[in-house]
């Protein structure tokens, strides 16, 4: 049973700082990797998708990288915005479909 | 990639009562997955919803309790039935987005029982 862990927990960073975000995973057979944001009490944003043959994505601000073999995905963040501050969550897509998400990282950035 | 409208947003419901929640995408898809979100856990998939079948669910997920109707390839209910307060959550519908965009979410409902 695939299990995907999100270190840290939480996350406290000044405006205009660079950070990276974890994400881990138990079993390597996935078929892609997303990150998503979720504001509080609210549905979740897609922010980037990494296929199992991709090494890493990019968006404005936002890099993912993979490394399936070693079970592992960051999220970089650069030149955080008080905007930025949520929880990040990511989820591996394995058989049917179905996705296993992690714990998240409750990301706070300040003034 | 799909957007999906998902309705009602939030509700404060009695126990013993039952809530539908209702998915509507802008595109057809084979398959729409819910999920529920327990205040301060991750997502947990409840079931898998597939039209003109019935819906496969997890394990700890009974179709007594959360009934599951997809009657199209664009629309899914998922029923909240006898709640209790344990039952206060995050209830969110999915699908796979086609054209590599992953997996698109509705905005979820919260649902309250008191």
């Known amino acids: 049973k695939q299990e995907v862990t999100q270190i840290p927990a939480a996350l406290s960073v000044p405006e205009g700082e660079n950070l990276v975000l974890n994400c881990s995973f138990t079993d390597s057979a996935i078929y892609n990797l997303q990150w998503f944001r979720q504001d509080p009490g609210k549905g979740l944003t897609s922010l980037l998708l990494?296929?199992?043959?991709?090494r890493e994505q990019t968006s404005g601000r936002l890099n993912a990288s993979l490394d399936k073999s070693s079970g592992r995905s960051t999220l970089y963040i650069a030149a955080s915005q008080p905007g930025d501050s949520a929880t990040y969550l990511c989820?591996?897509?394995?058989?049917?479909?179905?996705?296993?998400f992690g714990t998240g990282t409750r990301l706070q950035v300040t003034l | 990639s799909a957007v999906i409208s998902q309705k009602p947003s939030r509700d404060i419901c009695q126990r013993g009562t039952s809530l539908t929640i209702q998915c509507q995408v802008d595109?057809?898809?084979?398959?729409m997955f819910w999920y529920r979100q327990q205040p301060g856990q991750s997502l947990t998939l409840i079931a898998t919803a597939n039209q003109g079948s019935e819906a496969t669910y997890e394990s700890g997920f009974v179709i007594d309790k959360f009934p599951i109707s997809r009657p199209n390839l664009t629309f899914s209910t998922l029923t909240v039935s006898n709640m209790s307060p344990e039952d206060s959550s995050i209830y969110l519908c999915?699908?796979?987005?086609?054209?590599?965009?992953?997996?698109?979410f509705g905005s979820g409902t919260r649902l309250t029982v008191v």
């Open positions: 990494i296929q199992s043959s991709q």
């Open positions: 999915s699908v796979d987005s086609s054209g590599g965009y992953g997996y698109t």
């Open positions: 595109s057809q898809v084979t398959m």
């Open positions: 989820a591996t897509a394995g058989t049917a479909s179905k996705l296993t």
